[in-house]
């Protein structure tokens, strides 16, 4: 079957779920194990049900890329990473989350924003869905914000798009956010050319 560029996308399909157990309850997310009708029978998966989240690719005057490096215990890595975070604020929109999450984690504000692309992140173990949005403009904020945990020693680097890409493309940086959305970015902005 052939698809023609403008019918690529994903579709929804809801099978019915006959049962929702919460399995583990965190601070952050939680764990459920469904037992789904599929077919001709049942299925059983476990995911973590998570809040959805925002990233920033945000571009200085010059085309370089905001780039943050911090600790990710699950990897053991301290891997570059867009500035991101949760929509952990009730009724928060994904536009206003980006705003308030450049500021947290970068001590920056950017005058001009647009959406730059959407992504589920682990589409078989969670359903995150993570906002990627292009900020340009980009300044300092009025005031520093106090950080904890593995946010106290960030790493800060603005670093040219394209070695980003390169980067990326060579496999010396590995978080999945980032390569969206520095390939997105790099992509919005040769279109523009």
Same mark, same amino acid.
């Given at each position: 079957?052939?698809?023609?560029?403008?019918?690529?996308?994903d579709?929804?399909?809801?099978?019915?779920?006959?049962?929702? #157990? %919460? $399995?583990?309850?965190?601070?952050?997310?939680? !764990?459920? @194990?469904?037992?789904?009708?599929? +077919?001709?029978? &049942? *299925?059983v998966?476990?995911?973590?049900d998570?809040?959805?989240?925002?990233?920033?690719?945000?571009?200085?005057?010059?085309?370089?890329?905001?780039?943050?490096?911090?600790?990710?215990?699950?990897?053991?890595?301290?891997?570059?990473?867009?500035?991101?975070?949760?929509?952990?604020?009730?009724?928060?929109?994904?536009?206003?989350?980006?705003?308030?999450?450049?500021?947290?984690?970068? #001590? %920056? $504000?950017?005058?001009?924003?647009?959406?730059? !692309?959407? @992504?589920w992140?682990?589409?078989? +173990?969670?359903? &995150? *869905?993570?906002?990627?949005?292009?900020?340009?403009g980009?300044?300092?904020?009025?005031?520093?914000?106090?950080?904890?945990?593995?946010?106290?020693?960030?790493?800060?680097?603005w670093?040219?798009?394209?070695?980003?890409?390169?980067?990326?493309?060579?496999?010396?940086?590995?978080?999945g956010?980032?390569?969206?959305?520095?390939?997105?970015?790099?992509?919005?902005?040769?279109?523009? #050319?």
């Amino acid at each position: 079957m052939t698809e023609s560029p403008q019918d690529l996308r994903d579709e929804p399909f809801e099978p019915e779920v006959l049962h929702s #157990d %919460l $399995v583990y309850r965190g601070r952050v997310w939680d !764990v459920r @194990s469904d037992r789904v009708r599929y +077919g001709d029978g &049942e *299925i059983v998966r476990q995911y973590v049900d998570h809040t959805g989240a925002v990233a920033i690719v945000a571009l200085d005057d010059e085309g370089r890329v905001l780039l943050i490096q911090q600790y990710r215990h699950p990897i053991r890595h301290r891997d570059w990473e867009l500035p991101a975070g949760l929509l952990d604020v009730e009724g928060e929109e994904p536009l206003a989350a980006a705003r308030r999450e450049l500021a947290e984690e970068a #001590d %920056l $504000v950017a005058e001009r924003w647009e959406p730059l !692309v959407s @992504s589920w992140t682990t589409p078989g +173990g969670n359903d &995150e *869905i993570i906002h990627v949005f292009l900020a340009t403009g980009v300044s300092s904020a009025d005031a520093a914000h106090d950080r904890e945990d593995e946010e106290a020693d960030i790493r800060v680097a603005w670093v040219p798009l394209s070695d980003a890409v390169s980067a990326v493309l060579e496999g010396r940086m590995r978080n999945g956010i980032l390569a969206i959305g520095v390939l997105a970015a790099s992509q919005r902005l040769r279109d523009r #050319d």
